[in-house]
């Protein structure tokens, strides 16, 4: 009899770094078995803001911002991956300092903005966006729209993101290429993500 050892794992599809596909906030949009490995190589683009968040942990990155980083680097590629660095990754694995939880229970912590999102999406066409935070929303963009008003977005778009995102300190702001892998599991509104940057 052959000896070997087979197991069974159980994860939630977002936790940790993962991708989020549109299904997860869009009622009907595409899931997992809608994309490929056509969707798994990207040129990235690091947009560094940690200076920024240093100042305010409830920073926003504005489409200035962008332009900004262009105006060093060149233009976002078509169907580019747009990495927001905030190296707030360095808090994992400590839940509450990710959440930046206040006395008052409170989120507080940096992202997107809907300035930014709609300059690299419709200004430029990139195909995918992600962040260290575990949301899309910077914390006092979420409050004030009352929604995830920026994860919402991205998804109805039919684009994909990954959120909690690591290393992004050690990748060139400019020239890389990114690689995300996901299971190939059907029907999942995200899934837990390896992903890797070869850069020179």
Request: proline share 6%; glycine share 8%.
């Amino acid at each position: 009899m052959l000896e070997c050892l087979i197991q069974t794992f159980k994860f939630p599809g977002q936790f940790g770094t993962h991708v989020d596909f549109p299904g997860h906030f869009v009622k009907d949009a595409p899931l997992s078995e809608a994309y490929g490995t056509e969707n798994m190589a990207f040129p990235l683009c690091v947009i560094d803001i940690t200076d920024k968040v240093a100042a305010d942990p409830h920073y926003a990155v504005t489409a200035q911002d962008i332009r900004d980083y262009e105006a060093k680097y060149g233009d976002i590629p078509d169907g580019a991956f747009v990495a927001l660095r905030t190296d707030w990754s360095k808090r994992w694995p400590d839940m509450d300092a990710l959440s930046g939880t206040a006395e008052d229970g409170s989120e507080n912590f940096p992202g997107w903005s809907l300035d930014a999102l709609r300059y690299i999406y419709e200004t430029r066409s990139a195909a995918a966006n992600g962040h260290e935070a575990l949301d899309t929303d910077a914390s006092a963009e979420a409050a004030k729209a009352g929604d995830l008003a920026c994860e919402r977005y991205v998804l109805s778009k039919g684009k994909l993101q990954i959120e909690v995102l690591c290393n992004l300190d050690k990748v060139a702001p400019a020239g890389a290429l990114l690689f995300a892998a996901w299971p190939r599991i059907e029907g999942a509104t995200g899934l837990p993500a390896r992903v890797w940057a070869v850069t020179e």
